[in-house]
Structure formats: structure tokens, C-alpha cells
């Protein structure tokens, strides 16, 4: 398990952008595919991106967020990020990042998931 720090939240008005990010102290933080997901209340936590571990190179998107997220990771800092662009009402939420040694977890069932940060809320208003 890796503890995981999310940070970039906040306000912004209908299309609109932030950059959310998920950083680490752990070194290892390579070896981790990491995930994005977002929760409102009263629904469930929904999939929101992911990238695989080490390079990078390959990345899966919810369809409610293809063509206006873009998530990338800089392994020199630890750190992975969620680009949010064209930011609409119903992207607000609470964002959470995951990590997982194993990308399947992350896309999948994510009851396996042993690293979860605490959260940062993102709020797009109308």
C-alpha cells in the first residue's frame, strides 16, 4: 500500500479547467497503475480514468469524460494527474485516486484496491 495525497480542487464555472493531483512519497510509486473516480452523495463512486503502471502508456476513460480528461503521470515526482477540461455541472464530486499494483483491480472490481487518498472536491457551477 502507498499513501496517496490528492490536491487541485475547487471551484470553477462551466467550461472550465483544473488539474487535480495525486502524489506520493513512495518510490515505488512506478510500479502502481492509478485511478481516478469521483463520488456525489447519495450514488455510487463511479470509474473516472486510469493509467497503467511504469511508462504510462496506456490509459482507459469513462465515457462521460473522454476528449475532455487527460490523465498522465510524472514518475521523477510521484505524482499523477487528472487534466480536466470543459468542466460541466455533473463532473462535480468528490475525486479520489487509487493505486493498485495491478491495473485490473483499478478497472475493475475495486474492493481490492488497497490505496485510496482522502479526497478533493471539485465544484463546477452553472
Known amino acids: 500500500q502507498v499513501q496517496l495525497v490528492e490536491s487541485g480542487g475547487g471551484l470553477v464555472q462551466t467550461g472550465g479547467s483544473l488539474r487535480l493531483s495525486c502524489a506520493t512519497s513512495?518510490?515505488?510509486?512506478?510500479?502502481?497503475?492509478v485511478g481516478w473516480f469521483r463520488q456525489v452523495p447519495g450514488k455510487e463512486r463511479e470509474f473516472v480514468a486510469a493509467?497503467?503502471?511504469?511508462?504510462?502508456?496506456?490509459?482507459r476513460y469513462a465515457d462521460s469524460v473522454k476528449g475532455r480528461f487527460t490523465i498522465y503521470r510524472d514518475n521523477a515526482k510521484n505524482t499523477v494527474y487528472l487534466q480536466m477540461n470543459s468542466l460541466q455541472p455533473e463532473d462535480t464530486g468528490v475525486y479520489y485516486c487509487a493505486a493498485d499494483i495491478r491495473f485490473h483491480n483499478i478497472v475493475g472490481d475495486t474492493r481490492a484496491v488497497g490505496s485510496w487518498g482522502q479526497g478533493a472536491q471539485v465544484t463546477v457551477s452553472s
Open positions: 493509467i497503467i503502471r511504469r511508462s504510462g502508456g496506456s490509459t
Open positions: 513512495e518510490r515505488t510509486f512506478t510500479d502502481y497503475a
